[in-house]
């Protein structure tokens, strides 16, 4: 019953912030590493962020030094802050926790950046 349920995605004006939540259930997140993916429409699927169960984090270019994950232990959730936002940030943003050959996906939350 393994599940990463995303939240926190909505409309924001260029130079917002919004953040965006994960919550894990059947898994313990801290024991795999969590990425932030994202899909544009007609664009492939991208990387955008990673934290390791050691807490090593890494960014995409595009969005270094505006985007920053977190995770809270405790609630067992793994954040995206994403400050600065741009029109060209606008997808479907998605949660995914691998360990191993072990992968698990949300099923995306929508983030559309327009004036």
């Known amino acids: 019953q393994v599940q990463l349920v995303e939240s926190g995605g909505g409309l924001v004006q260029p130079g917002g912030s919004l953040r965006l939540s994960c919550a894990a259930s059947?898994?313990?997140?801290?024991?795999?590493?969590m990425n932030w993916y994202r899909q544009a429409p007609g664009k492939q699927r991208e990387l955008v962020a990673t934290v390791t169960s050691g807490g090593t984090k890494t960014y995409v270019d595009s969005v270094k030094g505006r985007f920053f994950v977190s995770g809270d232990s405790a609630r067992n959730t793994v954040y995206l802050q994403m400050n600065g936002l741009k029109p060209e940030d606008t997808a479907v943003y998605f949660c995914n926790a691998n360990r191993g050959f072990i992968s698990y996906w949300g099923q995306g939350t929508q983030v559309t950046v327009s004036s």
């Open positions: 059947g898994i313990i997140f801290s024991n795999y590493v």
